[in-house]
């Protein structure tokens, strides 16, 4: 006790307080505080120190006299005395100190007593009734005695003289923790499961109002740690939800998720500690007593160690016999948790006391604009009272950095100086006391009020103290937070502003996640016009959390909002508190908060400084579009990037936006690609041709990358890179256009005045997106009407002498797209439809005018198509190659007058005479058909093309038109094919030229698999038996060859009548009329097409009678052939066979089943035999059962 109890010197000889360290009274802050309580000790002469009646605290309810109190214990009066003041009249100490001398003793029985006695007289002490009524501090008793230190260091406890304190005793009073272990009725706090806020919030603003020394030794309690980090929050989290689930608390778990919007509970890893998942709270909770602990932690119930009992112990330790001497290693870590300890307190107090100073601060503007009345109350009271309340008030303001008790002192004005007139009232009977406002003095009812608010005084002679009683009976409350928000009505903007910013982080949470789009205006509104930067970053980070999973119109609204924030605040603003909370999410693991990110980069971007543009934003949208699995992120990065492009201005960002281009059109999703084609492209486009780089740079580019493309894919091209390319250079076209307008030589004339010609609505292709309108991008469309009819008299009447971007246009990229078409592979029919849609959007969008004198030109010089050029080896190559069907489906289609049709149809009938003539392939007409074909509106012309083809007086030209029918029948309506495509095939079916006969039969073929007029197929199927049966045709192996291929082809397809009466018996003449064939070579060739045929038709629905008769006789003449030709394929027809005969064998064995094929039948069977297996592998339980009808996912 000596130890503890130095003595004060002072004048007064004050009191000293037992639980204050040596280290803490060497700290300047604390003297502070010190001298502050002073008010609180009686002075030497027994006097009345100021201030000191001010308090009605149960913690220091000494009367005002200079001798103990004569209920007191024997001990405690001698521990009184012993801790008295060095003066030579001692000083008083309050009960709360003696009382917890008492329990850090261990004189419980004393304690207890003395807790009954002040129970009794109505002054009941928090301290001693939360240590009475926690049974966890009857658990232990039996552990370390009083004066015993932690095992291993005898005495420890008692080294700094007085052991250990209690866990969570403060200098104030303040409230015990209670066991975790057992709870009791009184023990339970029912006001923390209510749902009026945030409980947490609450004891955290409640923290700031306790006595600065109280805090200190409040968090330097072993029990009372350091506030929870964030990443031991987010463990805790985890296992308690764990625990909920296996608990079966399912509800309560979904709330909690909800609560926790931020974590993923079904990963640990999203906890962020780099460490195992730890063992689950059921445990934990068993494991605990397992731990081995430090000195420091293992203390009494009611003890704790003092930092500088810390301080004393290492050097003791150093002196104890050799058997008790602790390693160097002890002594370290008990050094190092000293200093850890410290720096936790100090940061912990470092930040309560900004917040307070914020608080006092954000008060002192409140008191400054407000204009106070007096209360009723206060009117009551005698001017002597008035006089001293407005001189406490005076210093209140003078010092606004004080503890809180000393501010409540002076806000308690009222209530203080009615002490004097019945000090016997204790604070105890006020629990509902007057709001904050009420004894602030009720300010002005208006901001804009000048004149004080009187209120009429009752003509009564009641004493405050009885007012004051009377009054507390008004449930009010202004202790806690909400309560403190109540009482206090803001009257200024300020005001309000710093209001929001309190409450707001209180109401989100609690409001439902299906509505918190209602609280985006208020949070907006708050963040532009608070004063305070971190209240602003905590506005906008609860903006951008607001929803857990915002979908498409609750994004919209945010990003209005952001919007709205950005123009309100300026650029400087928008990058240091909008775009933080960008970044913070660019990898959130929703991909809804991410597409959130990427739209708010392209809706912020006119609203940031140009430099941010093209760097930070830049390289976030750059990051997203590279690493994001999501394709909607990925589109709407897109989106963004495209409109970065249009505010850029830093050159050098030129080709980062190249690469960036490139890598978007090579997008998986086709998603991300459409969004590039609308936005980005255009976009980049723009700002590329004001760079000049559009015909220097972007097209070439492309272009090169295509020809590069074809030159590596001479054994297999890449058609998805050439689609990509192409697609490009055809959203190009737009600007490209754009830029020869407005560099012409009459761009300075296009004036808009008078009357403006009208624009034709097809004109111009139609756009993919508005960016691609060539009139947004000139500007208007009365702009551009302007400058089309200059353009298309500049054409016609004047030339294109000094227009240098036309000139390239004409000079540079037909040649190079003439010269790459040729390259093409003519039989890929995705690369000539490409570059037939490129072509035609290039000569539409340029217009009749240029398409007739700049495109055509080039490529009749390349064609030259004249019967003159049929031997030239040059003339022939050119014509089998792309160049053809692209020139006559992307150029010669692009406008339907009938000088164009002509134009078509003439151009085709010579393609098609030259190639017949000169035995070339007609893969290049054939590209020009199916083109052409997909369009029904050119089926007439093509039509013409055939007829023309048809009475033609050479062979050969006859032959090739009889092909042509096969492409053109499949997309030709019946009705032509009954009127124009048949009678032409039968006129060339009795042509004098057997060749000609022949080469009608795929045509043949192709009716009987597409047609389904009955009539149409009799006439084709009396044609094909004239083929057959005809004696005259009976050793043409050609025409058998023909007949056998075109039967395998559409016999699967055909209608089953037909393939039944016609296709399967002919098939068993032609394989018995194989077997009698001489020659080798031909014998073989029949037999591989009969082999085929038989393949394709061996899928087909047989009946038994077919089967029998004439399909499993076929077979056996057709293995006859390959016995003696081709081994391989003969062991392959004895499996068909086989199986052909096990089907008849079993349909024979079987009941009749109507018209059940055999196929069918077998199927049956091997589903009734899988089921019955699956059912053979339930041998558990019945309840498998149900998992045989469940569907595969």
């Known amino acids: 006790m000596a130890a503890m109890a130095p003595g004060?010197?002072?004048?007064g000889g004050g009191g000293v307080n037992p639980f204050l360290?040596?280290?803490?009274?060497?700290?300047?802050?604390?003297a502070a505080t010190e001298e502050r309580r002073a008010g609180l000790r009686l002075g030497s002469g027994g006097g009345l120190d100021p201030g000191s009646a001010d308090s009605l605290s149960p913690q220091d309810p000494v009367a005002l006299g200079s001798s103990a109190r004569s209920g007191l214990p024997g001990e405690a009066a001698a521990a009184a005395v012993a801790l008295g003041g060095g003066g030579e009249t001692p000083g008083r100490l309050s009960i709360d100190a003696i009382a917890a001398q008492l329990l850090r003793d261990q004189y419980l029985l004393t304690a207890l007593e003395l807790h009954t006695e002040l129970l009794e007289s109505g002054r009941e002490l928090p301290r001693l009734r939360d240590y009475f009524s926690n049974p966890g501090n009857f658990e232990r008793q039996s552990g370390t005695p009083p004066g015993m230190g932690a095992p291993g260091i005898p005495g420890a406890a008692g080294v700094g003289g007085a052991g250990g304190r209690e866990p969570s005793t403060t200098s104030g009073g303040g409230q015990l923790n209670r066991a975790g272990s057992i709870s009791t009725l009184d023990s339970l706090d029912f006001a923390r499961y209510s749902d009026d806020g945030n409980r947490e919030t609450d004891e955290r603003v409640a923290e700031h109002e306790v006595p600065l020394q109280e805090r200190k030794n409040y968090k330097s309690s072993p029990e009372i740690q350091e506030p929870i980090k964030p990443l031991e929050k987010r463990a805790l989290n985890f296992l308690v939800n764990e625990f909920l689930l296996k608990n079966n608390y399912k509800l309560t778990s979904i709330t909690f998720s909800d609560e926790n919007d931020d974590q993923d509970f079904e990963l640990w890893d999203d906890v962020g500690l780099n460490i195992p998942k730890p063992p689950d709270l059921l445990q934990l909770y068993r494991d605990f007593g397992n731990h081995q602990v430090t000195g420091k932690d293992l203390v009494d119930v009611a003890s704790g160690v003092e930092e500088d009992e810390l301080e004393a112990l290492t050097p003791i330790l150093g002196n104890l016999p050799p058997t008790l001497e602790a390693s160097q290693t002890v002594q370290n870590s008990l050094l190092v948790q000293k200093l850890e300890d410290k720096i936790s307190l100090l940061n912990s107090e470092k930040w309560s006391l900004m917040e307070q100073i914020r608080r006092l601060e954000s008060e002192m503007n409140f008191l400054k604009n407000e204009h106070f009345a007096i209360s009723a109350i206060c009117d009551s009271v005698q001017p002597s009272l008035d006089q001293s309340s407005h001189k406490d008030s005076e210093d209140s303001e003078q010092n606004p950095v004080t503890n809180s008790s000393d501010k409540g002192q002076n806000k308690d004005i009222h209530l203080s100086k009615s002490d004097e007139v019945d000090s016997t009232i204790p604070k105890e009977n006020f629990p509902n006391s007057f709001p904050r406002r009420e004894r602030e003095g009720m300010p002005s009812s208006s901001p804009s009020s000048k004149n004080t608010v009187h209120f009429d005084k009752p003509n009564r002679k009641l004493s405050p103290a009885f007012h004051q009683a009377l009054l507390s009976f008004c449930r009010m409350s202004a202790d806690s937070r909400l309560g403190s928000e109540v009482s206090r009505i803001a009257d200024s903007e300020k005001s309000v502003m710093l209001m929001l910013g309190r409450c707001l982080p209180h109401i989100v949470p609690n409001v439902l996640l299906a509505k918190r789009e209602e609280l985006i205006p208020l949070i907006l509104c708050t963040a532009c016009l608070h004063p305070e930067p971190k209240e602003r970053d905590q506005l906008l980070h609860i903006l951008f959390n607001l929803i857990k999973r915002p979908d498409d119109e609750q994004r919209q609204m945010i990003l209005t909002g952001c919007v709205a924030f950005a123009r309100h605040v300026g650029p400087t603003r928008v990058e240091a508190e909008l775009l933080?909370?960008?970044?913070?999410?660019?990898?959130?693991?929703?991909?809804?908060?991410?597409?959130?990110?990427?739209?708010?980069?392209?809706?912020?971007?006119?609203?940031?400084?140009?430099?941010?543009?093209?760097?930070?934003?830049?390289?976030?949208?750059?990051?997203?579009?590279?690493?994001d699995k999501a394709d909607?992120?990925?589109?709407?990065?897109?989106?963004?990037?495209?409109?970065?492009?249009g505010y850029i201005d830093d050159p050098d960002k030129y080709q980062q936006g190249f690469e960036l281009l490139l890598s978007a059109l090579g997008d998986p999703s086709e998603r991300v690609v459409s969004a590039t084609h609308q936005v980005f492209l255009p976009a980049y486009a723009a700002w590329t041709t004001e760079l000049g780089n559009l015909q220097s740079h972007l097209i070439p580019t492309l272009l090169n990358k295509i020809e590069k493309l074809l030159r590596e894919g001479e054994h297999g091209l890449d058609?998805?890179?050439?689609?990509?390319?192409?697609?490009?250079?055809?959203?190009l076209i737009p600007s490209l256009f754009a830029l020869v307008l407005q560099n012409a030589p009459f761009s300075s004339k296009a004036k808009l005045h008078g009357e403006v010609p009208q624009i034709e609505v097809t004109r111009f292709p139609r756009p993919m997106s508005p960016l691609q309108d060539v009139s947004t991008i000139i500007g208007s469309r009365e702009q551009l009407a302007v400058l089309l009819q200059l353009y298309d008299h500049q054409l016609e009447h004047e030339g294109?002498?000094?227009?240098?971007?036309?000139?390239?246009?004409?000079?540079?990229?037909?040649?190079?797209?003439?010269?790459?078409?040729?390259?093409?592979?003519?039989?890929?029919?995705a690369c000539v439809h490409e570059f037939s849609r490129f072509f035609w959007r290039l000569c539409r969008t340029f217009g009749k005018i240029f398409t007739n004198t700049k495109v055509k030109p080039q490529f009749q010089e390349i064609l030259r198509l004249s019967e003159e050029n049929i031997d030239s080896s040059a003339g022939n190559g050119v014509l089998t190659k792309a160049t053809v069907p692209i020139y006559a489906t992307g150029v010669l289609t692009c406008y339907i007058q009938e000088e164009d049709r002509k134009l078509l149809v003439g151009f085709l009938e010579d393609v098609m005479t030259l190639l017949s003539l000169s035995h070339a392939p007609l893969d290049s007409l054939k590209a020009s058909f199916v083109e052409l074909g997909a369009n029904p509106a050119y089926h007439e012309l093509l039509l013409t093309v055939l007829w023309y083809g048809v009475v033609h007086t050479s062979a050969l030209v006859r032959c090739t038109a009889a092909r042509m029918f096969e492409l053109l029948v499949k997309g030709v309506n019946e009705t032509l094919v009954a009127q124009r495509?048949?009678?032409?095939?039968?006129t060339l079916s009795s042509d004098p030229e057997i060749s000609v006969r022949i080469a009608t039969i795929p045509a043949f073929g192709t009716i009987m698999e597409t047609v389904i007029q009955r009539e149409l197929l009799e006439r084709v199927k009396m044609q094909l038996a004239s083929f057959l049966e005809d004696p005259q045709y009976q050793d043409q192996y050609s025409l058998h060859t023909e007949i056998i291929k075109t039967f395998g082809r559409v016999g699967p397809n055909a209608e089953p009548r037909f393939r039944d009466e016609f296709v399967i018996p002919h098939l068993h003449k032609l394989?018995?009329?194989?077997?009698?064939?001489?020659?080798?070579?031909?014998?073989?060739?029949?037999?591989?097409?009969?082999?085929?045929?038989?393949?394709?038709?061996?899928?087909?629905?047989?009946?038994?009678?077919?089967?029998?008769?004439?399909?499993?006789?076929?077979?056996?003449?057709?293995?006859?052939?390959?016995?003696?030709?081709?081994?391989?394929?003969?062991?392959?027809?004895?499996?068909?066979?086989?199986?052909?005969?096990?089907?008849?064998?079993?349909?024979?064995?079987?009941?009749p089943q109507g018209s059940m094929s055999i196929a069918a039948s077998l199927v049956s069977e091997d589903t009734k035999t899988k089921f019955l297996n699956k059912m053979g592998q339930l041998t558990t339980s019945g309840a498998m059962l149900a998992n045989v009808f469940q569907r595969k996912k």
């Open 580 to 627: 933080p909370q960008c970044w913070e999410q660019i990898n959130h693991k929703y991909p809804e908060r991410r597409l959130l990110v990427a739209e708010s980069c392209g809706a912020l971007a006119p609203y940031l400084p140009k430099e941010i543009r093209s760097s930070l934003v830049l390289s976030m949208l750059q990051q997203m579009l590279m690493e």
């Open 719 to 731: 058609e998805h890179k050439l689609h990509m390319y192409l697609s490009a250079l055809q959203s």
């Open 1071 to 1151: 394989a018995l009329v194989n077997n009698l064939q001489i020659v080798d070579s031909k014998r073989l060739d029949i037999a591989t097409h009969l082999f085929e045929a038989y393949s394709a038709l061996s899928c087909c629905f047989i009946s038994e009678d077919l089967m029998v008769n004439h399909f499993l006789p076929g077979l056996r003449c057709l293995r006859i052939d390959m016995e003696q030709l081709s081994p391989e394929h003969e062991v392959i027809l004895t499996s068909m066979i086989k199986e052909c005969e096990q089907k008849v064998e079993n349909k024979t064995v079987q009941e």
């Open 8 to 11: 004060g010197s002072g004048s």
């Open 632 to 645: 909607l992120v990925r589109e709407a990065v897109i989106k963004s990037l495209g409109i970065i492009m």
């Open 21 to 30: 360290s040596d280290s803490d009274e060497d700290d300047d802050e604390v």
């Open 800 to 829: 294109t002498t000094g227009w240098e971007s036309l000139l390239w246009v004409v000079n540079q990229l037909l040649p190079q797209l003439i010269e790459i078409v040729g390259k093409i592979n003519v039989t890929s029919t």
């Open 981 to 986: 495509v048949v009678p032409a095939l039968i």
